[in-house]
């Protein structure tokens, strides 16, 4: 596509902002964003309604409505017909310059790596804007108060999901009130893929006002992060859009109080889940998934974003207990436990302590994919080394590090003391959105000062 008397945005704002709502409501007071009254530019400020639509081929949702183990049917009337709805806002802060301000639940995404221009093919106006951590992007057409086009994921071949998105709606599901059948807050004991020999557990997490339902879900290997949505009469509905996961899950509340539905990520899968109350069920510890297979010290060398190789028995290491992140820049996770641990080195400054990740990424290019982790580092203002450490496929990860049992999360943390002996393997992360990140911080900092006294 050719874009004419096309401007770069740029803005102030960077990254990802958790919100309280007393804390989102001051933001709106103060904040001292352009106001442009009725007047504008380019897009219409104010909010937007955007849609990504997973399944063109409605047959494979009527293919899954079947029987669980539990024998109850899974039954959703979908007002969202695969639909997958999120809420944003466009922002200006110049007569000429605007962004967008992605929302779910009390998270708020900036998106401010924006291009505006013509395109020259349709004479059209065209909005590119890019979320940058994670190397995708929406290309959109706009007319007539309403932006049409599609997402993009580049380092995924085709890839790419229709969007269509209209100014001044702020509903996300629907716009109906009716009254739900039971309040979800709390607690909830979740199988997913409940139609395979072998359901993967996970823990709900909600909390609802009226029709309004916001939460998670924690699993042995991360969490699905901030997730909003809606309570009609028996359904429920909570979906996510971050610039690199399409979240999307429906339920049907049934006369027992237990839940039934269907989760979506992306238009690559979809599967079968179900949940009941039960505030004492807990998932497998996050220590004892991946383990190591030797006594032997950790040993690796992979090149960092200029192509140079980095080991641990590289002097700048020397003497100091190390942590290593299994990381990838494509994982909202990763992002999540990335931005914890920049916060921490922050403000927890620690000379015994050194920091490297070790990243699988989506590029099979090694040039591109050093290229992205060099954005990446630079935009999230990384202090520690971020090596390329090959392809995201977990079992390609597997054999970069023999030494382990196998990778089965991104992200996933390794302990190591001044001798490269690994003393604790953390699986996954329970980020911001969940009611264990409080208790993650905690146990983390008593490690780091375990391994560096």
């Known amino acids: 596509m050719c874009f004419s008397n096309t401007k770069k945005i740029s803005f102030r704002a960077k990254g990802l902002v ?8 001051l933001l709106l007071i103060f904040t001292g964003c352009f106001d442009m009254g009725e007047t504008y530019t380019k897009l219409p400020p104010g909010p937007w309604r955007g849609v990504l639509k997973l399944d063109p081929d409605l047959a494979l949702h ?10 109850q049917t899974v039954i959703i009337d979908e007002v969202s017909d695969a639909e997958l709805p999120f809420n944003f806002n466009v922002v200006y802060d110049s007569e000429e310059d605007f962004h967008f301000e992605i ?6 995404i900036i998106v401010d790596d924006i291009y505006y ?17 994670y190397d995708s992007y929406l290309e ?12 993009y994921v580049p380092s995924r071949g085709s890839y790419q999901v229709s969007f269509v998105a209209h ?34 557990p996970a823990i709900g997490e909600f909390l609802q006002d009226g029709n309004h339902l916001t939460g998670t879900f924690r699993t042995e290997t991360g969490d699905y992060r901030f997730l909003e949505g809606t309570v009609q009469a028996d359904k429920m509905y909570l979906s996510c859009f971050d610039g690199a996961h399409m979240f999307l899950f429906e339920g049907k509340i049934s006369e027992d109080g237990s839940i039934n539905g269907l989760f979506r990520n992306g238009t690559h899968y979809i599967t079968s889940w179900t949940a009941q109350r039960n505030d004492g069920f807990e998932l497998t510890s996050p220590d004892s998934l991946t383990q190591m297979l030797t006594d032997e010290p950790l ?3 992979f090149p960092n974003s200029s192509g140079k190789l980095v080991s641990l028995d590289d002097p700048s290491f020397a003497g100091k207990a190390k942590l290593i992140q299994i990381t990838g820049t494509w994982c909202p996770n990763c992002l999540d436990e990335t931005q914890f641990l920049v916060d921490y080195l ?82 996954g992360f329970n980020g911001p959105a969940t009611s264990k990140f409080e208790e993650f911080k905690k146990d983390f900092k008593e490690t780091i000062d375990q391994i560096t006294s």
């Open 62 to 71: 009527a293919q899954l409505q079947r029987e669980t183990p539990r024998q």
């Open 140 to 151: 959109v057409l706009f007319d007539n108060n309403v932006m049409e086009g599609y997402w």
């Open 299 to 301: 040993a690796f060398s």
């Open 103 to 108: 929302f779910n639940g009390e998270e708020k």
């Open 346 to 427: 922050k403000t927890h400054k620690n000379e015994n302590l050194a920091v490297i990740a070790l990243a699988f990424e989506r590029h099979t290019d090694p040039v591109r994919a050093r290229a992205n982790l060099a954005r990446y580092r630079d935009r999230l203002g990384i202090p520690y080394p971020v090596l390329h450490a090959g392809l995201s496929d977990k079992s390609a990860a597997g054999r970069q590090l023999p030494m382990l049992n196998e990778v089965i999360s991104y992200p996933t943390l390794l302990f190591l003391d001044k001798d490269n002996q690994v003393v604790r393997i953390h699986t």
């Open 18 to 25: 958790s919100l309280t709502a007393l804390g989102f409501s």
């Open 117 to 133: 221009g013509v395109d020259r093919a349709t004479s059209r106006d065209t909005v590119r804007a890019y979320f940058e951590a």
């Open 167 to 200: 100014h001044g709606k702020n509903h996300r599901f629907s716009e109906l009130r009716k009254p739900p059948v039971a309040d979800l807050s709390g607690k909830w004991e979740t199988y997913f893929e409940v139609e395979t020999d072998a359901p993967s």
